[in-house]
């Protein structure tokens, strides 16, 4: 079956770095999505990989192994406002939407 | 865990047609579905949020007339794309929120997707 792996639950202290993991199998690969959601709010979008490698966006990187089935995303410099939930989610052959179960991020003073 | 069914997965329709797609959550009841709108490589757009027993509420930009959404169970949002062209071709996802009242552990679950393709 398909299924997105990523930690129920983290937590970082301010002004620090955070990687958050995501493994996947899926029946094939047409991108992987990170989004931030806070709570009762919809989701935003922070990054898109379809190709394996570091892609940077100020204090965010996603990276991707796509012969891994691997997907990290990083955060720097973290800030209070960055507690939210971390959704990663895989599109695989069918652009069907294969959605983790999400990251709740808790950041420390 | 929470499940949002999404259905048709995929529905490819003549210009000028109207399509609906649907929305339910499975497990639990949900006041409140968000609809997107997510384009090749690009970001999700939230289109409108639907609220069970009232009117939508819609981004701006996005037309009310033309994305029409009824919401009239608790488990149960459509989307209607009516008189579709091939530039609403595109893929569209529903959430849904669970859990209830001021203490509980509200969380956003998503449909598996729409992909919409007017010829």
């Known amino acids: 079956g398909q299924n997105i792996d990523q930690p129920t639950e983290m937590t970082a202290t301010e002004g620090a770095i955070v990687q958050i993991n995501c493994t996947y199998q899926t029946s094939g690969f047409n991108g992987l999505f990170w989004y931030q959601q806070h709570a009762g709010e919809a989701p935003t979008f922070l990054s898109y990989n379809v190709l394996d490698g570091l892609e940077e966006k100020g204090r965010f990187s996603s990276f991707l192994s796509r012969s891994k089935g691997y997907s990290y995303l990083l955060l720097k410099e973290l800030q209070m406002k960055d507690s939210a939930s971390y959704l990663c989610?895989?599109?695989?052959?069918?652009?069907?939407?294969?959605w983790g179960a999400g990251t709740k991020l808790i950041i420390k003073p | 865990g929470a499940v949002v069914s999404q259905h048709p997965s995929r529905v490819i329709c003549k210009s000028g047609t109207s399509v609906k797609i649907e929305c339910r959550s499975l497990d639990f009841q949900a006041t409140t579905m968000f609809w997107y709108r997510q384009f090749p490589k690009k970001s999700l757009m939230l289109m409108a949020t639907s609220n069970e027993g009232s009117k939508a509420t819609y981004e701006q930009g996005v037309e009310k007339d033309k994305f029409l959404i009824n919401h009239a169970s608790l488990t149960l949002s459509t989307l209607t794309v009516t008189s579709a062209h091939p530039e609403d071709s595109s893929f569209y996802i529903c959430?849904?929120?669970?859990?209830?009242?001021?203490?509980?552990?509200?969380?956003?679950?998503f449909g598996s997707g729409t992909q919409l393709s007017v010829l």
């Open positions: 959430s849904a929120i669970s859990g209830q009242g001021l203490s509980g552990d509200k969380k956003l679950f």
């Open positions: 989610a895989v599109r695989d052959s069918n652009y069907q939407l294969i």
